[in-house]
């Protein structure tokens, strides 16, 4: 890397490049509002943390329209995408209103939207939320989850890939 000074958005484009290297899952993290609307969205945020008690963490982007939501919501699920699911990701990614207009939906725990045909999911009562920068870090409890055998969807270097064997 060259010591030539950058500018605050070539440092940011740098930044994002080098953690897009690390290899991840793709999840939509979904809920309802107080209203009983479905919401959701597409995060590559997720990880574990703790086995016992079981818990995960992910983050939200404190500018989404999303977030008013999740900031008051208790519950919530986690659902991990398989590789055929990447028109998910996009649908859930984008600034829709109806984004799950079409989409047959298992009900969880108190109502909680559960996809299908997904790697995994989890069903998640939150914990606690921490300020992080320009995102809402959230750590929650696992109460249920279930898993396929299907292969994943993945995301590395800004594009949507699926695993190989070495
Ligand atoms: C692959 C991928 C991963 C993403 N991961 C996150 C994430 O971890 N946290 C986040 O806040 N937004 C993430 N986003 C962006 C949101 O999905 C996107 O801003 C979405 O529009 C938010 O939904 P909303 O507009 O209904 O609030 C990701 C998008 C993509 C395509």
Same mark, same amino acid.
């Given at each position: 890397?060259?010591?030539?000074?950058?500018?605050?958005?070539?440092?940011?484009?740098?930044?994002?490049?080098t953690?897009?290297?690390?290899?991840?899952?793709?999840?939509?993290?979904?809920?309802?509002?107080?209203?009983?609307?479905?919401?959701?969205?597409?995060?590559?945020? =997720?990880?574990?943390?703790?086995? +016992?008690?079981? @818990?995960?963490?992910?983050? *939200?982007?404190? #500018?989404?329209?999303? $977030?008013?939501?999740f900031?008051?919501?208790?519950?919530?699920?986690?659902?991990?995408?398989?590789?055929?699911?990447?028109?998910?990701?996009?649908i859930?990614?984008?600034?829709?209103?109806?984004? =799950?207009a079409?989409?047959?939906? +298992?009900?969880? @725990?108190?109502?909680?939207? *559960?996809?299908? #045909?997904c790697?995994? $999911?989890?069903?998640?009562?939150n914990?606690?939320?921490?300020?992080?920068?320009?995102?809402?870090?959230?750590i929650?409890?696992?109460v249920?989850?279930?898993?396929?055998?299907?292969?994943?969807?993945?995301?590395?270097?800004?594009?949507?890939?699926? @695993?190989?064997?070495?």
């Amino acid at each position: 890397m060259s010591d030539a000074p950058i500018t605050h958005a070539e440092f940011t484009r740098a930044f994002r490049d080098t953690l897009g290297m690390f290899a991840t899952g793709i999840t939509v993290v979904a809920t309802r509002a107080p209203n009983g609307e479905p919401i959701g969205l597409t995060v590559n945020s =997720f990880n574990s943390v703790s086995l +016992d008690p079981p @818990l995960i963490v992910w983050s *939200l982007a404190n #500018d989404l329209p999303s $977030r008013q939501v999740f900031e008051q919501c208790e519950y919530y699920s986690v659902n991990v995408l398989a590789a055929d699911q990447m028109h998910l990701s996009q649908i859930f990614a984008s600034r829709s209103d109806d984004k =799950f207009a079409g989409l047959e939906i +298992d009900e969880g @725990l108190y109502g909680v939207p *559960l996809l299908r #045909d997904c790697c995994a $999911r989890f069903e998640c009562r939150n914990i606690t939320r921490h300020p992080g920068g320009d995102h809402l870090v959230f750590i929650s409890e696992v109460v249920r989850f279930d898993r396929t055998d299907r292969e994943p969807l993945i995301f590395q270097g800004g594009a949507y890939r699926q @695993l190989a064997p070495l």
